[in-house]
């Protein structure tokens, strides 16, 4: 896989779970996404067949905080927690609690890990990056005040939805981002405009925590949200990954 553009995902089939790698109208299953070759189960299934689940079961969800601009790089870097009990499928429902107050959605470029790495160096990151896909960084923004850890505003259930597929040749320096509010955009940005970069990140994290295979880091939110509530669709994009949708109830 190293070396060429594979998209992986994970699909629903009647005998569960399933990752998979997309050829043309097919995608067909592998045995194990974190593979440097990848083996194929023999099995295919049609692209408008498949149901799409979160592409990987990380054991770390971690998000960088004030990341949004090359003004906040005046602030030491910092990242919080999410339960891995906040991710959520492409297309699922995001049910809100009316107690939580003003609720946006955040598009954000989202690291997949490949394998267990500690304390990596810029060097280490190409090996140690699978890909990258989509997250949607949902977060109850009233209750930021209420709680300096953001348990409060960014663990609900279905706070992270992430899809629809990792692409695992991707350059992530200057990709647009979008976010769509019942079909209309309402806010765009570009991974440029991140206060650190990729390699930045996963060194700064690595000296701190281990991560492993299918580990997601979020990398930040540059102005890419919008306020939601019941009864709208939420719609996330980056360029060259594609988009993911929720709609929220």
Not at 26 to 39: C, G, K, Q, S, Y
Not at 61 to 70: L, Q, R, T
Not at 111 to 138: E, K, Q
């Amino acid at each position: 896989m190293k070396g060429r553009a594979v998209r992986i995902a994970r699909i629903a089939t009647d005998h569960g779970p399933r990752p998979v790698v997309q050829h043309g109208e097919l995608w067909r299953e592998i045995v194990d996404p974190f593979a440097t070759n990848l083996a194929y189960t023999g099995i295919d299934h049609p692209c408008s067949d498949v149901r799409l689940l979160a592409p990987v079961q990380p054991t770390v969800v971690i998000g960088m905080a004030h990341n949004g601009s090359p003004a906040e790089r005046s602030r030491p870097p910092q990242a919080f927690l999410k339960s891995v009990r906040t991710l959520t499928d492409p297309v699922t429902p995001i049910h809100l609690s009316s107690q939580l107050g003003q609720i946006h959605i955040e598009t954000e470029l989202a690291v997949v890990m490949r394998h267990t790495c500690r304390n990596l160096v810029a060097a280490d990151i190409p090996a140690a990056v699978l890909g990258y896909t989509i997250g949607n960084d949902i977060t109850a923004v009233d209750q930021i005040p209420l709680d300096e850890m953001m348990t409060q505003a960014k663990n609900g259930d279905g706070f992270t939805p992430i899809g629809p597929w990792i692409e695992t040749d991707l350059d992530p320096t200057h990709l647009p981002m979008a976010v769509h509010v019942n079909g209309k955009q309402v806010a765009a940005a570009d991974t440029g405009q991140l206060a650190r970069n990729i390699t930045e990140i996963l060194v700064y994290l690595t000296h701190y925590l281990t991560l492993g295979p299918g580990d997601i880091v979020l990398t930040g939110c540059p102005g890419t949200f919008a306020t939601v509530k019941p009864g709208d669709t939420g719609a996330v994009s980056v360029d060259g990954i594609g988009t993911l949708t929720n709609p929220i109830h």
